[in-house]
């Protein structure tokens, strides 16, 4: 039987375990990369296991989230980053190089290799045919210091695309149809592999902005061949020798098939506020528009911000749109600069932001109340923007360009002769923003300033826990909502006592002020419980208020994996009706002495007398870390 491209990357690096689905595997990690916001964690944790020297092929740690510098917080983090990165053999992307999965893909992307980054859109490398993971900064630090990333052997979804995509159709409308299909949780525990005809007709940047998507479905990893698009994509960034040709066997079996007829799509819209909200833009009509933004991991290429470019030249933003554009990396910024089309960006009336996430994080450019904000990016979840009754739709380079000028949601079909840019034959190459560790390590002396605290260290679990539910809540709870982002809560990224305050802000101001009140607590959620980033302090700030439990009807897999390095037990109801028999408030019993053995555990609700019985789903492994407050307790515990 024949082996698709995700079974062949996972067995050259199965270290252990079987590939079953659904079955606890260890693979090894040949690359990481870190951002800053989650960054200054995962290198104070791997500063914590006390290994001198990264043990990967590659680490690379970028600073492109924090970048508004309002307070000293933000420029002190970007400091320990330089520092702790050339003390302990990690490559420093500085601020102004650009935003991580950008860089990563034009710069060190190699096909065929693993790569762990502590950001949800690392798939974004598969674009080039990488087994890219996002997962929680822990994760990637245990993975630095040479240990192997554990994860349920996803099964393989095989994509077939045929057809080509018509004029003014792009990448952005062929994941937003696949998320219209599938749905937000449409991924979850698998590996999208894409095949067929189609494949051909897509350049590496558009097969990233498809991948970088993969995340918004729930999957583990999306992944395309490493074919000749990818080797002219590879030599064009002065980096042939890094190809190599990846290919699905013919006769290859996958677990799960969809085809999608490219020739078909049409351009869509992501409406508000979740990214499977899709339609094409002719059903959802003209809406007015106040703000268009355009940038971030998904859609920041030298051919997207091209095409925004010819749109715009040598015309006006509407009067009533504010036009944001943030260019994906310095070499995409510089090459726009050089050829003249940011000339045409610029006399167009667009406000040009650093080369950074941004807006699509709530770093500034937060849109006017009850404003309608279009953005080429790949979140649109309530309140992310900063405003917390902005509409975000999300949409293609093209549709966005072409609304700024119309001044509401436009089809861009309707602006006539489409614009062709073909994939330059040579970028721009300067690594100088990207600096090396440093040859003796010795010399370099780690700057932590005041925002730098020390990592809280959990307890070990107690046999039986007694507490209260601090917040029940439905489905598709975004770690958005547990952990809000924004320019005002990011800076606090290395202070949990501070940052914790904001858990669950959004939803129930009062809930750090409860949980602390009471001493923790459990959390009761719906289905696709923490969908989205990877940020592992939606699970460190909940355990810092004594969080004990999550009871949900299903997980996202990385917050369920941060959960669970973190000491929280990640409880799934096996009769979705008992969900109904908990309220907030409700006093619960749960006993964990039996966890190992049983694989479930009872929950009794003291309000109402009633026994659940929950699945914890944990491997023996898992169990133990729970059992020991979290992974830093339990690889202390072994080391010792
Ligand atoms: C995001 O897009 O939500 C982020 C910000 O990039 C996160 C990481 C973070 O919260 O720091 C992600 O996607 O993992
Ligand atoms: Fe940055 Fe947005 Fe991409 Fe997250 S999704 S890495 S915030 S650009």
């Not at 029940?472 to 990011?490: E, F, Q």
């Not at 290395?494 to 669950?504: D, G, T």
């Not at 096996?574 to 006993?591: C, F, P, R, V, W």
């Not at 699945?615 to 870390?625: K, N, T, W």
């Amino acid at each position: 039987m024949g082996e698709n491209i995700a079974q062949k990357i996972i067995k050259a690096h199965l270290v252990s375990g079987q590939m079953e689905p659904g079955k606890e595997i260890a693979i090894k990690i040949d690359q990481t990369l870190t951002q800053d916001a989650t960054g200054t964690m995962a290198y104070l944790q791997f500063e914590a296991m006390g290994v001198p020297r990264v043990k990967t092929r590659l680490s690379v740690s970028y600073v492109d989230h924090n970048t508004l510098q309002t307070g000293f917080e933000n420029a002190d983090d970007h400091r320990f980053l330089q520092t702790v990165a050339a003390k302990h053999g990690i490559y420093f992307s500085r601020p102004g190089n650009g935003i991580c999965h950008q860089v990563h893909l034009e710069r060190f992307g190699v096909p065929g290799q693993t790569l762990l980054g502590s950001d949800s859109h690392t798939p974004t490398g598969g674009g080039i045919g990488m087994l890219a993971i996002g997962a929680g900064g822990l994760d990637v630090a245990v993975a630095m210091g040479g240990g192997p990333f554990y994860l349920n052997m996803p099964k393989v979804l095989n994509i077939k695309l045929t057809g080509h995509l018509q004029p003014w159709v792009s990448a952005k409308d062929i994941i937003l149809e696949i998320l219209r299909i599938l749905s937000v949780k449409g991924g979850v525990g698998k590996v999208i592999e894409y095949s067929g005809p189609g494949v051909a007709t897509l350049s590496v940047p558009e097969r990233a902005t498809i991948t970088n998507m993969g995340a918004e479905l729930g999957a583990t990893t999306s992944i395309f061949p490493s074919d000749e698009v990818t080797r002219l994509f590879l030599k064009a960034q002065g980096r042939e020798q890094d190809w190599q040709e990846i290919k699905a066997d013919e006769d290859a079996v996958y677990d799960e098939y969809l085809e999608i007829n490219l020739s078909e799509l049409e351009p869509m819209v992501a409406q508000p506020h979740s990214p499977d909200r899709v339609a094409k833009v002719k059903e959802v009509g003209p809406i007015a528009v106040n703000q268009v933004a355009i940038g971030s991991c998904t859609n920041s290429s030298f051919t997207d911000m091209m095409k925004v470019a010819g749109i715009l030249k040598g015309k006006k933003v509407h009067p009533d749109v504010s036009l944001v554009i943030s260019p994906g990396s310095k070499q995409v910024f510089e090459m726009l600069a050089r050829n003249g089309a940011l000339a045409d960006i610029i006399s167009a009336g667009a406000r040009i932001l650093e080369s950074a996430c941004g807006p699509c994080i709530g770093m500034g450019q937060s849109p006017c109340s009850g404003g309608i904000s279009l953005r080429t990016f790949n979140r649109n979840f309530e309140g992310r923007s900063g405003t917390a009754d902005a509409q975000i739709y999300l949409v293609s380079p093209e549709v966005a360009a072409a609304s700024a000028i119309k001044g509401v949601l436009t089809d861009p079909r309707d602006l006539g002769a489409p614009i062709e840019i073909a994939q330059p034959e040579k970028f721009l190459i300067d690594d100088s923003m990207v600096l090396p560790p440093a040859e003796d390590p010795s010399t370099v002396e780690v700057v932590r300033g005041p925002n730098i605290k020390p990592l809280p260290i959990n307890r070990e679990l107690p046999e039986k826990v007694e507490c209260s539910v601090l917040l029940k809540v439905g489905d598709n709870i975004t770690t958005d909502h547990i952990m809000p982002a924004g320019a005002k809560i990011l800076p606090l990224r290395s202070n949990i006592p501070a940052i914790s305050q904001y858990v669950f802000s959004a939803i129930d101001p009062t809930f750090a002020e409860r949980a602390l009140a009471a001493g923790g607590g459990f959390i009761v959620g719906g289905h696709n419980y923490g969908q989205g980033s990877s940020r592992e302090h939606a699970a460190l700030a909940p355990m810092y208020l004594g969080v004990k439990a999550v009871l949900a009807k299903s997980f996202a897999r990385i917050h369920r994996a941060n959960l669970i390095n973190f000491g929280i037990v990640p409880l799934t109801f096996i009769n979705e009706a008992d969900y109904d028999a908990i309220g907030q408030g409700d006093k619960l019993a749960i006993d964990f002495s039996k966890m190992a053995e049983a694989g479930k555990v009872t929950v009794t609700n003291l309000a109402n007398g009633k026994e659940i019985t929950m699945e914890h789903g944990l491997s023996p492994r898992q169990v133990d870390i729970i059992k020991a407050g979290g992974l830093l307790n339990y690889t202390k515990k072994q080391n010792s």
